[in-house]
């Protein structure tokens, strides 16, 4: 089965099982332990599809085994990881609210830096074993975002509030205006992906370590402040809008466009019309998907409020988007290798930008 039939076929595969999967929860129940739990998954999962793809206990086992044997080792680390996240984050207070939930939120991109822009660097100059690279890029991911969210994520909107802690950090900027920023990052470290790396690959010595990883976070970085300045200032938009209806429509575009269709819709273009038009196809797919993401919402729990000042709506799309239906399409993509489908495909956009 030839792409990108293929993807379109996983990715409809992929959506139904998401959204049968949401339809378990009521909307406590997901907002709290169920998209927590997911958060923390998607660290671990991003490491073992970028840094270490051949675990000993998946190598040279076939289909849906392999992909069984990979998901079960990601669902352990994230059953290790979000307890402990949310005792040294989220005073242990269950169900986890908005605080820790915010800090699973943000190692993503973290992850997603470490991972993809700086190729797994600086711990590549210390083993060659894939596990070891990956497991030092995890830690290394949530220690990094510790640090950022001490620094830059301030609660003191929330004192006052059920869901305030008191060891909640005082930083910089407001907290969801800061997670909002960050994840936009992601969004412009993805749109250099859809160009494949160009124009920096024009420039052998930019494709270097940590040159590369340095230059790729300071796009993004101009990228996120561009969308920031538009939508929140000139636009006068809420943040949460912003990253229901902007941000992560793109990144779910995206995963759809380059991981679950493998770059194919526009394989015989050259760069940088492919990527415009890979842009484009990421903005359509995703915000018409986020749309009936919507739709399913509005259905299922008869109209969630939006907006100020529990951002029901927002925080339910986010999540369903980003911490379910994500994470579910590159399992079937990356763990299952399209599992149960006829294929043999190539190698995901992701892996060649390590090089």
């Keep these: ?7 379109l076929i996983a990715t409809t595969l992929v959506l139904a099982v998401s959204l049968a999967y949401l339809a378990l929860f009521d909307f406590g129940t997901f907002v709290g332990w169920v998209a927590f739990v997911m958060l923390c998954l998607i660290p671990a999962q991003v490491v073992t599809v970028v840094i270490a793809p051949n675990p000993p206990w998946a190598v040279g086992r076939a289909q849906p085994i392999r992909g069984l044997a990979l998901l079960a080792g990601t669902i352990v680390t994230a059953l290790v ?8 984050v989220g005073e242990g207070v269950s169900p986890p609210g908005p605080i820790p939930s915010h800090y699973a939120v943000i190692v993503v991109p973290t992850t997603f830096f470490l991972a993809i822009a700086f190729g797994g660097w600086p711990f590549t100059r210390m083993s060659r074993n894939g596990g070891v690279i990956g497991t030092a890029v995890l830690i290394a991911a949530y220690l990094i975002t510790y640090g950022l969210f001490r620094l830059a994520f301030n609660y003191d909107f929330m004192q006052g509030a059920p869901v305030y802690l008191a060891s909640a950090p005082s930083g910089l900027h407001n907290a969801v205006m800061a997670l909002v920023f960050y994840v936009t990052m992601l969004a412009g470290m993805f749109l250099v992906l859809h160009f494949d790396l160009r124009p920096l690959t024009k420039a052998p010595a930019v494709m270097k370590q940590p040159l590369l990883g340095i230059i790729w ?7 996120a402040a561009a969308v920031m300045q538009v939508t929140t200032v000139s636009m006068s938009k809420d943040p949460m809008w912003v990253l229901t209806r902007v941000t992560a429509p793109f990144i779910f575009g995206t995963i759809i466009v380059l991981n679950m269709l493998q770059n194919s819709l526009f394989a015989k273009m050259r760069q940088p019309l492919k990527g415009v038009a890979n842009v484009i196809a990421a903005v359509v797919i995703g915000a018409a998907l986020g749309q009936a993401y919507g739709y399913f919402s509005d259905w299922y729990f008869n109209e969630l409020p939006m907006g100020q000042p529990g951002y029901e709506y927002e925080i339910w799309l986010v999540n369903a988007l980003l911490s379910v239906t994500f994470p579910f399409l590159i399992f079937e993509a990356a763990y299952f290798n399209y599992w149960p489908l006829p294929t043999q495909p190539a190698s995901p956009p992701a892996a060649a930008a390590r090089t």
């Design 217 to 223: 976070m300071l796009v993004s970085l101009a990228v």
């Design 81 to 88: 990881v979000a307890p402990l996240v949310l005792w040294i």
């Design 1 to 7: 089965m030839p792409q990108p039939l293929l993807g």
